[in-house]
C-alpha cells in the first residue's frame, strides 16, 4: 500500500506515465477490486464508459474513496490524452469465469467503437 515518497516517484508509475506520454493511446482501462462497478472519468468519452457498463452488466458510478486513494492514473491519461477514455473497472471481490468472459466481451465492444489507428 506504499504509494512512493512522492506523487508520480514510484518506478511503476513513472513508466505508465512515459507510456502514455509517448504513445498517448485512446482508451486505458485500469481493473481494481472494490465493485463490480465502472468508475468513469468526466474528461473522457462517456458513451465508451456506458458500453463497457452495459456489456459487463456493472452499474456506471464514481467509486467512493474510502482510505488513501493517492493514484489517479485515469486522471492523467485524461488529462495528458485529451478526449481519451480512461476509466476504472472495480471487479467484485471474488472474480469468476463469468466475470473475466463479460470483461473480455466489454474491452472488444469499446475497442469497436474506437477510430481506426493510423
Not at 518506478?11 to 509517448?22: D, K, L, N
Not at 474528461?43 to 493514484?71: N, Q
Amino acid at each position: 500500500n506504499f504509494s512512493g515518497t512522492s506523487a508520480g516517484s514510484a518506478p511503476e508509475t513513472q513508466a505508465v506515465a512515459g507510456f502514455i506520454r509517448s504513445y498517448r493511446p485512446v482508451l486505458s482501462v485500469w481493473f481494481h477490486q472494490v465493485g463490480p462497478m465502472v468508475d468513469p472519468h468526466p474528461l473522457g468519452d462517456i458513451r465508451i464508459m456506458r458500453k463497457f457498463a452495459s456489456v459487463t452488466g456493472y452499474p456506471l458510478v464514481s467509486a467512493p474513496c474510502s482510505g488513501v486513494c493517492a493514484g489517479k492514473a485515469k486522471t492523467f491519461h485524461a488529462q495528458t490524452v485529451p478526449g481519451a477514455a480512461a476509466f476504472v473497472v472495480e471487479l467484485p471481490a471474488k472474480v469468476t469465469a463469468a466475470h473475466v468472459e463479460r470483461n473480455r466481451l466489454a474491452v472488444r465492444a469499446v475497442l469497436a467503437m474506437l477510430p481506426a489507428a493510423k
